[in-house]
């Protein structure tokens, strides 16, 4: 069983930049593909961005150009940085390893007009 926390979330002005951080219990960040969802309240979940174990990306079209999905396996740790943040990024962030379908609990990301 592996565990995964979320970190990184908060509070940014509509333009700003943060970065998530997902850390796993264990050595298997390379190995599976990697994913961030976020909830918005009262919509359901949204896949964001994948990461493959051999490096291919792939992001839902209103993040494309403002998003990015890395991972630093030494770390066991994937990120999602995410820049030119707009209100509608509004949402609860979650990481997942989507062969395994384990999640994290979440990081809350609010971006203010």
């Known amino acids: 069983q592996v565990q995964l926390v979320e970190s990184g979330g908060g509070l940014v002005q509509s333009g700003g930049s943060l970065r998530l951080s997902c850390a796993a219990s264990r050595k298997i960040v390379g190995y599976y593909t990697m994913a961030w969802y976020r909830q918005a309240p009262g919509e359901q979940r949204e896949l964001v961005a994948t990461l493959t174990n051999g490096g291919d990306t792939k992001y839902v079209d209103s993040v494309k150009g403002r998003f990015t999905i890395s991972r630093d396996n030494a770390k066991n740790t994937v990120y999602l940085q995410m820049n030119s943040m707009k209100p509608g990024d509004t949402a609860v962030y979650y990481c997942?390893?989507?062969?395994?379908?384990?999640w994290g609990q979440g990081t809350q990301v609010s971006v203010s007009s």
């Open positions: 997942n390893i989507m062969e395994l379908g384990a």
